[in-house]
């Protein structure tokens, strides 16, 4: 039950919307999980509910109806004390007008502003009960709005001690034109034409961009440098970034927030990202960040990273400090505790 303001609140029936979530791969799926295990290990009773199919059997601490009926949908919102969406849905909005409850949006994204529908997500914004952005970015955007920066999964992406660093460079995400992968291969095309240096970049995920990718690697003679590594996930992940020294997220357009540079962070990673949108709060001081899309500053950070151990421990000292807000357990804690003192 939830109980409102100069009262206690024990135990909540929490009920997310969010069309997309696991199997589908994503931070906005992966900040949906980290919130909902939280919560439930907080004593909570949540449920989740999803367009995304799944062939494979849940075993979650949680509920998840995937593919529900619109009285469905319904029937869940009654249910629930509280209603929680992870960016807007629209299609989970009209459900909810039959059942007013307290609503949450926790914002990772902006909306667009010269489409119908983004303007309607602006328009239902105004009429949440508590918004929540992902980022100062996020949340300068949105009516008395509440920063809450993302979590990651600090039970999986960890430092592993005394592994040697014995790759460069690594490069975590889709391969699509917003994540920039590019930058860092004309980056590494100027780093040898103006210094010899030949650093070793490992390519981690998939997506519609590849090929492209893959013919500029030819174009540019970096063949001996790249390697595509395809998809990893949980664990192998982790493993695979204590392997390397330097995380590059070269973003070109305003990232929300940017939990790939958390992971990287966590698994001893120097990070080297775009300064753009919220990537800097991500960022924190664990790394630095260059003009997006400018090659050439970025070669020159590479170089300097690559260059001076000294000058990246300087930075990675501030790695538990800066974590320590983004823990699953603080992001969850730090939610309700919000959600409490709105309701």
């Known amino acids: 039950m939830v109980v409102f303001k100069g009262q206690t609140s024990i135990i909540m029936n929490i009920i997310f919307y969010s069309p997309n979530f696991h199997p589908m791969v994503g931070g906005l799926e992966n900040v949906v999980k980290d919130l909902a295990v939280e919560l439930t290990c907080q004593g909570h009773f949540v449920r989740i509910l ?8 849940d075993t ?4 998840i109806i995937r593919l529900p009926t619109f009285w469905k949908v319904v029937e869940h919102i009654k249910w629930g004390d509280i209603y929680i969406q992870v960016n807007i849905s629209l299609k989970g909005i009209i459900p909810y007008l039959f059942v007013r409850k307290p609503f949450v949006v926790y914002h990772q994204n902006l909306y667009p502003k010269y489409t119908w529908y983004g303007r309607l997500k602006w328009f239902v914004s105004r009429q949440a009960t508590i918004n929540i952005g992902c980022s100062s970015f996020i949340a300068d955007h949105f009516f008395d709005c509440h920063v809450l920066g993302n979590p990651y ?5 960890k430092h592993v001690g005394g592994r040697e660093r014995s790759k460069d460079i690594v490069f975590l995400g ?15 095309h100027i780093l040898r034409q103006l210094t010899g240096l030949t650093p070793i970049l490992t390519i981690v995920g998939d997506g519609p961009e590849k090929q492209r990718l893959i013919g500029l690697v030819h174009e540019l003679a970096l063949v001996q440098q790249v390697r595509f590594a395809g998809v990893y996930q949980g664990h192998s992940l982790a493993a695979l970034l204590n392997e390397h020294q330097i995380m590059v997220v070269p973003s070109v357009y305003e990232e929300p927030f940017g939990i790939v540079a958390l992971e990287g962070i966590a698994c001893g990673c120097f990070v080297i990202g775009s300064k753009t949108g919220g ?4 960022i924190g001081p664990c790394g630095i960040t260059f003009p ?16 001076e151990p000294i000058w990246r421990a300087t930075h990675l000292q501030y790695v538990t400090l ?13 939610f309700i505790k919000t959600i409490k003192e709105k309701l």
């Open 322 to 334: 800066h974590l320590r807000k983004h823990t699953r357990r603080a992001v969850g804690q730090q």
């Open 50 to 57: 999803t367009l995304a199919p799944s062939k494979e059997i």
């Open 279 to 282: 990537l800097t709060e991500a």
């Open 292 to 307: 997006m899309g400018d090659a050439n500053a970025l070669a020159t950070v590479i170089a300097k990273a690559l260059g």
């Open 153 to 157: 999964d600090d039970s999986t992406f």
């Open 60 to 63: 979650s601490s949680f509920s």
């Open 174 to 188: 889709r391969l699509v034109s917003d994540k920039g992968c590019e930058v860092i291969l004309y980056a590494l």
